[in-house]
């Protein structure tokens, strides 16, 4: 999934410019054409209305240790609050165990913005955050309400099932693109293995070939996307959602 920050977008938003929100059967059509046109953060604010919320930040959990706004896929939050919550996640992200991370899915958690930042005019400091993944990627949906207007549990895994369909769009879009790097299914099955922590050794038992035959396909990986290590084909495959 290509990570697009539009800083323009991480600002805040007046609370007397949300709409009212559509009906779910013509909410859902007209959030499947903006996202099928690419338009992301449209179907998003769609989502937004329709869930009371003021202010959305999607963000990819995998992402969240790099340095910069780069975990962001889109949001309208204010800039710097962006920027003092990054730190947060990651943090959070580090503390979980990945079975703590599967439990979490689809499973809306209020939590309270730091003391040390400052909020929009009207927006409660308690916000909401779910996880989803669409296919092997995992996101973050943490919106922003107006003060005391959080909507129950099951309005929020709907909104986040609805942003998983809007991200599926994009990443549908981007798989032309994996495959112009023509990849052979054994070389992503192997590039898949070497993700997981696996050996050369260990692969082939998985696979039922040679130790050398494994290596000749990560060298032919690495040779295909211009990396020079396996670490960094791990990296590429992962930005590139090749795994």
Request: with cysteine.
């Amino acid at each position: 999934m290509k990570v697009d920050v539009d800083i323009r977008r991480l600002s805040a938003k007046p609370m007397e410019g949300m709409g009212k929100p559509l009906p779910r059967d013509q909410l859902a059509r007209n959030v499947a054409a903006t996202a099928a046109a690419g338009n992301v953060a449209g179907a998003l604010d769609l989502l937004v209305t329709y869930a009371g919320a003021s202010h959305y930040l999607l963000a990819r959990d995998d992402l969240l240790e790099e340095t910069g706004l780069k975990f962001i896929v889109t949001s309208d939050w204010p800039f710097d609050l962006v920027r003092r919550l990054g730190i947060e996640l990651a943090n959070s992200q580090n503390r979980s165990s990945e079975m703590e991370k599967c439990l979490s899915l689809l499973q809306p958690r209020l939590l309270f913005l730091p003391d040390d930042v400052s909020v929009p005019y009207g927006i409660d400091r308690q916000y909401s955050a779910l996880s989803f993944c669409v296919g092997r990627i995992r996101l973050s949906l943490l919106l922003l309400f107006p003060e005391e207007a959080v909507p129950s549990p099951e309005r929020l895994r709907e909104i986040a099932l609805l942003t998983g369909y809007c991200v599926s769009f994009g990443i549908a879009s981007e798989a032309k693109t994996v495959r112009d790097i023509d990849l052979t299914e054994r070389e992503l099955e192997c590039l898949f293995w070497i993700a997981e922590g696996k050996t050369s050794d260990e692969i082939a038992m998985i696979l039922g070939i040679s130790r050398n035959t494994i290596n000749n396909y990560i060298t032919s990986v690495m040779r295909k996307t211009a990396t020079k290590t396996r670490s960094e084909a791990i990296a590429y495959a992962v930005r590139n959602n090749l795994v």
